[in-house]
Each structure stands twice: as structure tokens, then as C-alpha cells.
């Protein structure tokens, strides 16, 4: 089955950062495109990054380009989100997710909370 467990999120002051991992079980992690999805109250869900499954491709929503950096390292399953000059409006829960055999699966998440 397929496992996606996030983890790095906290709390964090306006400016700062904080680097999220994805650690990726249950299918061949390498095989497939990975993504960043955030969900704030009330906001509904946004597509934050993606990534192909090489790495050689990127994504990103325009609200944090050039300041947020998608990577993965498939030889340990893992994804990565460096999200550096954190602002309060970035304040949400975090999931990695993926879409094998079509069918979507998001991770249980990890909460990034920018203190104003």
C-alpha cells in the first residue's frame, strides 16, 4: 500500500524557513511524479509544487516562486520542499502526494504555522 508520511512543518517566524520531508513507501517511488498540495481553513487546496519523477522538471504556484524549492533524492524514497522567506499567508497543512495507477494519494500531512 502506498505510504506517504510528511514531516518538518512547526512553527516559524515571518522570514524564516523550514525544510519539509516525504518519506515515500508501498510503490516505486521513482516512477512517479511527486507534489506539494497546502490546504488552509477556508482556502481550499492548492497545488504548491511538483516535481517529475527524474527531478528534472519543476512546478511551482506563482504565490511561492523564489522562495520555495522542490527536490527528491529516489535512492531514499524521499521528497523535499525548502521553503525559505516564510510569510504568514503561507500558514497551512502541507501534503506530499502522488498519483499511482490512476488513483490520488496524499500523505497524512505535516502543519506549517508562519507567526505574525
Known amino acids: 500500500d502506498v505510504q506517504l508520511q510528511a514531516s518538518g512543518g512547526g512553527l516559524v517566524q515571518p522570514g524564516g524557513s523550514l525544510r519539509l520531508s516525504c518519506a515515500a513507501s508501498?510503490?516505486?517511488?521513482?516512477?512517479?511524479?511527486m507534489s506539494w498540495v497546502r490546504r488552509a481553513p477556508g482556502k481550499g487546496p492548492e497545488s504548491v509544487s511538483a516535481?517529475?519523477?527524474?527531478?528534472?522538471?519543476?512546478y511551482y504556484a506563482d504565490s511561492v516562486k523564489g522562495r520555495f524549492t522542490i527536490s527528491r533524492d529516489n535512492a531514499k524514497n524521499t521528497l523535499y520542499l525548502q521553503m525559505n522567506s516564510l510569510k504568514p499567508e503561507d500558514t497551512a497543512m502541507y501534503y506530499c502526494?502522488?498519483?499511482?495507477?490512476?488513483?490520488?494519494?496524499w500523505g497524512q500531512g505535516t502543519q506549517v504555522t508562519v507567526s505574525s
Open positions: 508501498g510503490f516505486t517511488f521513482g516512477s512517479y511524479d
Open positions: 502526494a502522488t498519483n499511482v495507477l490512476e488513483k490520488d494519494y
Open positions: 516535481i517529475n519523477s527524474g527531478g528534472g522538471r519543476t
